[in-house]
């Protein structure tokens, strides 16, 4: 009689184990990444705010001179959204602006209530220093070594 052995069988147990934790820990960010790429590249040419804000810095004299022609939202650095029941809604954007001659960050403040888009504040800061008021077309603070616009 001859008797024939199997093989153990292997296990693969610490492997799906090893996966599944690092699943566990890596899926917060996959999510996190997954949804800033989408609402950097989709969400905010929906959004009412940055539409607005692309629409008055494409028409406004002071960013053309500070930063050329051909304007365009290039980037969203931060975003903060807060809302206090009986005055409305307030968000709070730092945006990446470039145009043909330069590029800056556009701090923005808006007031979202009722509906409607009302910008407060729009400061545009440059890399070499400049800072410029966008809504009321005021230079805040001369770039360093240059004359002023």
Known sequence: MTMTQQAPRRSNGC????????????LPVIVAGGYGAWFLYQGFRH???L???????RRDGL?????????HVTGMDG???????????RTDY??????DKASGTLDVEADT??????????????????RYDLLHNIVLTEPSGS???
């Open 47 to 49: 959004d009412p705010v």
């Open 51 to 57: 539409r607005t804000v692309s629409e008055l810095v």
């Open 113 to 130: 209530s009722h509906g409607q888009v009302q910008i407060k504040s729009m400061i545009l800061t440059l890399p070499n220093g400049g």
């Open 15 to 26: 492997l799906w184990g090893c996966l599944a934790i690092l699943a566990f820990i890596f």
């Open 94 to 99: 730092e945006v990446t602006l470039t145009g």
């Open 63 to 71: 960013a053309h001179q500070v930063l050329g022609d051909d304007i």
């Open 147 to 149: 004359e002023s616009i």
């Open 79 to 89: 975003n903060a959204f807060s809302f206090v029941p009986g005055l409305g809604a």
